[in-house]
């Protein structure tokens, strides 16, 4: 069964902190990888994606992700966070064999930066 | 380009109602995906339509259900409603459905409660 685990339910970090979310995905074939962030009260949003090509990918705000077949991991980073980055961090998948656009999601990662 | 838009924001449901939530796609995509946020439970994929036509089921009751209309706006119905049922219902929209470059944006949800 296709399966997305990230295994941080909270962090807590200062400003200017380094910050690393771990993703770990199970699919069978090739994926489709994605971070969501849902900032408080508000919807979610995507951060970066993840089809072929350039293993590092650069999402919006300062963020990136690896992907690392290997591992079966994309874990999302950002070198130094700032206090507006306090939100929920998502990292779903997509067989890119699979019709249709289900998404699976991790559980997900409260992120709390303090100022 | 607006967003997807999703209607209403708020419901109150008692137990056995029924409810029908609606959701409108960013200009052009053709595809809308249902899924239910709950804090116990996280992000499930309910079902996705294109074109009309249902293209994916996630594991939910048949008290669940949807359609999508020519214009490509969605509504989804719960049935006989159940206070587990009580959570937040997003809709996200896609270009297409599956498509080798497809990304899912998503609306600011409905948040339903059952009394």
């Known amino acids: 069964a296709q399966s997305v685990s990230q295994h941080n339910h909270h962090v807590i970090l200062s400003e200017a902190a380094s910050l690393e979310l771990g993703c770990n995905y199970s699919?069978?074939?090739?994926?489709?990888l994605f971070w969501y962030v849902q900032y408080p009260g508000q919807h979610l949003q995507l951060l970066l994606k993840?089809?072929?090509?350039?293993?590092l990918v650069k999402g919006i705000k300062g963020f990136e992700a690896e992907f690392i077949k290997s591992k079966f991991s994309f874990n999302l980073r950002k070198p130094s966070v700032q206090w507006s980055d306090t939100a929920e961090y998502f990292c779903a998948g997509r067989s890119s064999r699979a019709a249709g656009n289900k998404l699976t999601f991790g559980g997900g990662t409260r992120v709390l930066v303090k100022p | 380009k607006a967003g997807v838009t999703q209607t209403p924001r708020y419901l109150i449901k008692t137990r056995g109602q029924q409810v029908t939530l609606s959701c409108s796609p960013i200009?052009?995509?053709?595809?809308v995906s249902w899924y239910q946020q709950t804090p116990g439970q996280g992000l499930q994929f309910l079902f996705e339509?294109?074109?009309?036509?249902?293209?994916n089921k996630g594991n939910f009751p048949g008290r669940f259900s949807g359609r999508q209309f020519s214009n490509s706006r969605s509504e989804m119905n719960v049935s006989t409603l159940e206070l587990g049922d009580s959570a937040l219902y997003l809709c996200a929209s896609s270009w297409t459905s599956g498509g080798s470059t497809d990304t899912q944006y998503f609306g600011p949800g409905t948040r339903l409660t059952v009394l």
């Open positions: 993840y089809f072929s090509g350039d293993p």
């Open positions: 339509y294109f074109s009309e036509t249902q293209r």
């Open positions: 699919y069978g074939g090739t994926v489709n």
């Open positions: 200009s052009g995509h053709r595809s």
